[in-house]
């Protein structure tokens, strides 16, 4: 009684060793896989920046000739390095977020540019750099006052991972040292 091995399986081992399918893997992953790999990772965003802290405070704003209630939003330099922060904007408000039609709106991106204040008091850079221990202000306005509730809200570890936001999402691009991060917090 013999033995054979299936003919298939034996011209399938030989074609692989004779087209040296291991190298052509290793040429596929070369140059597909790993430069997909690298260009999610770069384009990844993270929840936050070590050092660079964001706080909210109520505040006032007027656009126009109306006054509205507003959401004052300081960022603080705490990194040790220096801070370039640039392309703020507010996405994804919730209906307990509400934003008066006053504000301006990017209509296709469904989001709100914000600008920092300047010298001279009034929003209008789009970047800020911020030396160690100093910090930069701008402002969102809100068809309500919140409640304080807002103000001290932490959202929990779970919405983070599953980037569940309760009041808005706040997107920034910040350039710390030599390191640039592509931040989305989710409120």
């Not at 999610?40 to 405070?57: D, I, K, T, Y």
């Not at 789009?126 to 910090?135: D, P």
Request: proline share 6%.
């Amino acid at each position: 009684m013999t033995t054979e091995n299936p003919s298939w399986a034996f011209e399938a081992w030989n074609w692989l060793r004779a087209n040296d399918l291991p190298n052509w893997l290793a040429l596929a992953f070369t140059a597909i896989l790993w430069p997909l790999a690298l260009f999610f990772w770069h384009r990844r965003r993270v929840q936050s920046v070590p050092g660079l802290e964001v706080h909210f405070v109520p505040g006032v704003i007027t656009i126009g000739a109306s006054s509205h209630s507003a959401v004052d939003i300081r960022v603080t330099n705490h990194t040790g390095s220096v801070a370039y922060i640039s392309g703020v904007r507010i996405k994804d408000c919730s209906p307990s977020f509400a934003v008066p039609i006053d504000a301006a709106r990017h209509v296709a991106a469904n989001s709100y540019h914000l600008k920092f204040i300047s010298p001279s008091g009034s929003f209008e850079l789009r970047e800020v750099t911020l030396q160690t221990s100093t910090s930069a202000q701008t402002c969102m306005p809100i068809a309500a006052p919140l409640s304080t509730e807002f103000y001290a809200h932490k959202t929990p570890w779970l919405a983070r991972r599953f980037r569940h936001r309760k009041y808005f999402v706040l997107e920034y691009t910040a350039m710390v040292g030599t390191t640039r991060y592509s931040v989305a917090t989710y409120y």
